[in-house]
């Protein structure tokens, strides 16, 4: 979608929105007897653009960008996606046999699966992941325009900033005798990997890493935030378009700037002393 307003003899803004919303299935062959069972992805993207251009004069214009996006993706199990209990949970999932455990009658190498004597369904070892990861993005520019004599003199920024967030777990085990729900638990049964979210999998800009202050003394309370990545970068330049009789000559010079803005090892090869998180 865009549209164009014209605001006096001078000035003009485009404006700009586009959407995208995708759900696909991911075929796996060794789940073939249960369709339900298959990978499931929902993909949903927002952008929304914005240009303005104001003339001062026949030799110097301007033109002012700005943009801002969303992309956000999730992918699990088709049933039960992000509601990762039920993944191992015998009572919700017939292919479990007992909480956290993969079902006793399923028989190999027949593609993992086989038919269940006590009901007469088909089993198979579900999927067992759960991934979701956004990447919301800011973007602006500025750039300004002069024709003086031969010379086309150019100058400007541009400047992006981005929040990046991921999850990543087996949530199979949460169902599993004994399961505790701590973070503990998560990462070393759940195989979790995470930033910008909690590790229940709900969004969370908390950044907390003082569970690794003293990793020999846990007393399974601690709680874990790693939030949201958020790089940057920046960028100016200056550029001079001219004629030197036959000869056009392009001259210019350009500043740009990243910043990971994250953590990072103070030493690579201390990654640890003292009992501490070297960061």
């Known amino acids: 979608l865009k549209t164009k307003l014209l605001l006096g003899e001078n000035t003009n803004v485009k404006l700009g929105f586009n ?18 069972d298959q990978a499931y992805q929902h993909n949903d993207a927002k952008s929304y653009t914005m240009e303005a251009t104001h003339v001062f ?17 999730k992918q699990g199990n088709r049933k039960w996606m992000s509601d990762l209990r039920k993944y191992g949970d015998s009572a919700a999932n017939n ?18 699966a086989t038919f269940n004597p006590e009901n007469g369904l088909a089993t198979n070892n579900p999927y067992n992941l ?31 900033t981005n929040t990046v967030r991921y ?28 930033y910008g979210y909690d590790w229940n999998g709900s969004v969370s800009d908390n950044d907390d890493w003082s569970y ?47 910043n990971a803005n994250t953590w990072a090892f103070k030493d690579v090869t201390k990654t640890y002393a003292d009992g501490k998180f070297q960061a």
């Open 19 to 36: 959407m995208t919303d995708e759900e696909h299935g991911i075929f796996a062959m060794f789940r073939y007897y249960n369709v339900g």
């Open 212 to 258: 690794y202050n003293d990793l020999d003394n846990l007393t399974g309370n601690e709680t874990f935030g790693d939030g949201p990545k958020k790089p940057t970068s920046f960028g100016l330049y200056v550029n001079d378009k001219f004629e030197f009789g036959d000869i056009i000559l392009n001259l210019g010079l350009r500043y740009d700037s990243f």
């Open 167 to 194: 999850f990543n777990i087996n949530p199979r085990q949460i169902a599993a005798a004994g399961f505790k729900n701590d973070f503990a638990s998560y990462r070393d049964q759940a195989s979790i990997r995470y």
């Open 130 to 160: 759960f991934h979701r990861n956004s990447n919301e993005k800011y973007q602006a520019s500025l750039d300004l325009n002069y024709r003086i004599d031969k010379h086309d003199l150019k100058a400007g920024f541009s400047f992006t």
């Open 95 to 112: 292919h479990s046999q007992a909480n956290g455990t993969a079902n006793g009658y399923r028989i190999f190498p027949v593609f993992n």
């Open 57 to 73: 004069d026949k030799n110097f214009y301007a033109v002012l960008k700005g943009s801002y996006s969303i992309n956000e993706r």
